[in-house]
Nanobody, 112 residues
Framework: QVRLVESGGGLVQPGESLRLSCQAS????????MNWYRQTPGKEREFVAQ????????DYAESVKGRFTISRDNANKLVYLQMNSLKPEDSAVYYC?????WGQGTQVTVSS
């Protein structure tokens, strides 16, 4: 059974950082491209970042380029999203996605 569990969300002030984690299980993680998405109320879920199975190739939404970094630890089946210089518009529920499955999401709130 494919399972993705996010953690690391919280309330921070503008300019601060957070690191999200996603623990994967139930599939061959090292062969799977992994993604982060986010969603705010009333809006569609939007792509944030993607990483290939080796961790060598990454892609980002324009809105987060230069501030967010996606990485992975294949040995422990983890994918991370390091978020720096956070802005209020980054506030959303962040979801891990891979192998057609979604996690339950973790809330990130950026507010002064």
């Amino acid at each position: 059974q494919v399972r993705l569990v996010e953690s690391g969300g919280g309330l921070v002030q503008p300019g601060e950082s957070l690191r999200l984690s996603c623990q994967a299980s139930g599939f061959t993680f090292g062969l799977t491209r992994m993604n982060w998405y986010r969603q705010t109320p009333g809006k569609e879920r939007e792509f944030v970042a993607q990483i290939d199975r080796f961790g060598a190739d990454t892609d980002y939404a324009e809105s987060v380029k230069g501030r967010f970094t996606i990485s992975r630890d294949n040995a422990n089946k983890l994918v991370y999203l390091q978020m720096n210089s956070l802005k209020p518009e980054d506030s959303a529920v962040y979801y891990c996605h891979g192998r057609g499955a979604w996690g339950q999401g973790t809330q990130v709130t950026v507010s002064s």
